[in-house]
């Protein structure tokens, strides 16, 4: 009933930049907060970056400075801006999304498919 777009990865050298972009569709009735999360190889999945409905956001300590979440509610979009990449910054990026369904009026959890982003040294 939800569907999670993401686009903007790809491969960037040590201190360039690039825009992750995520965009939700299907049967929403409202969104509660959207996010970025990321999983490096052999690691667990982490939370990089967030943003609530009333435009809260919060971060990881390794990326804050670094990256801006925003979001466009007309467009029920979510946008991660990243500069000053690192190449620990390397890892599968998926958006995540807590979105009330017009069919249920009830929360679900929803995530993208995730995009790779590569930073190279």
């Known amino acids: 009933q939800v569907q999670l777009v993401e686009s903007g990865g790809g491969l960037v050298q040590a201190g360039g930049s690039l825009r992750l972009s995520c965009a939700a569709s299907?049967?929403?009735?409202?969104?509660?907060?959207m996010g970025w999360y990321r999983q490096a190889p052999g690691k667990q999945r982490e939370l990089v970056g967030r943003?609530?409905?009333?435009?809260?956001?919060d971060y990881a300590d390794s990326v804050k400075g670094r990256f801006t979440i925003s979001r466009d509610g007309a467009k029920n979009t979510v946008h991660l801006q990243m500069d000053s990449l690192k190449p620990e910054d390397t890892a599968v990026y998926y958006c995540?999304?807590?979105?009330?369904?017009?069919?249920?009026?009830?929360?679900?959890?929803?995530w993208g498919q995730g995009t790779q982003v590569t930073v190279s040294s």
């Open positions: 943003i609530t409905s009333t435009s809260i956001t």
């Open positions: 995540r999304a807590v979105i009330i369904t017009t069919t249920t009026r009830q929360d679900y959890t929803y």
């Open positions: 299907g049967m929403i009735f409202s969104i509660v907060a």
